[in-house]
């Protein structure tokens, strides 16, 4: 016997148990009917008599159906069509990009002397030191423009862009 077969066994068995030990008195209590309030006739009477129905006037077929009367799919017409589809996303013109820009000057300015009539300065980049004059180009990168102190101009070569690199007032 399959397990099906022994829970239908149980549920036969249980409902014999039941039918031969169970409760055989019958119930005492009873439901009664209950009793509907009905309204008294002179509050029947009070009432106004109901109103004969009123047949409403049939509008003329322009007002319903439109001008040309067609009630099937024009426009003001009964049965319009209906477009359930959302409607295409607004399509938003994105701005340029902005135009590429030199990363920040890398060096860190260390100091500066002058040799031979010529301004030296000292910068410093990682572990790497490095001693530029004007017109020094520096990792193929920048290209030292001038030394005017209290500021070196360098030009950052792959976008020929012009920066400033503050080293202080002339001592």
Do not use: C
Not at 51 to 78: H, K, Q
Not at 87 to 99: G, N, R, S, Y
């Amino acid at each position: 016997m399959t397990p099906r077969h022994w829970l239908m066994l149980a549920g036969v068995l249980g409902a014999g148990a039941l039918r031969l030990f169970g409760e055989r008195q019958p119930v005492a209590e009873v439901a009664e009917a209950v009793e509907r309030a009905v309204a008294p006739a002179r509050q029947r009477a009070a009432r106004p008599p109901a109103e004969p129905p009123v047949i409403l006037a049939l509008l003329p077929r322009s007002e319903v159906a439109g001008e040309d009367g067609d009630t099937f799919g024009g426009a003001g017409s009964v049965f319009q069509r209906q477009d359930w589809t959302p409607p295409p996303p607004e399509v938003t013109v994105a701005p340029p990009p902005p135009p590429p820009m030199a990363p920040p000057v890398p060096f860190v300015y260390l100091g500066k002397v002058a040799a031979d009539g010529a301004w030296e300065v000292f910068l410093s980049r990682a572990d790497k030191t490095y001693i530029v004059r004007a017109h020094t180009v520096i990792d193929g990168a920048y290209k030292v423009v001038a030394i005017a102190p209290p500021v070196m101009t360098l030009t950052y070569l792959p976008l020929n862009q012009v920066q400033q690199l503050n080293i202080g007032v002339s001592e």
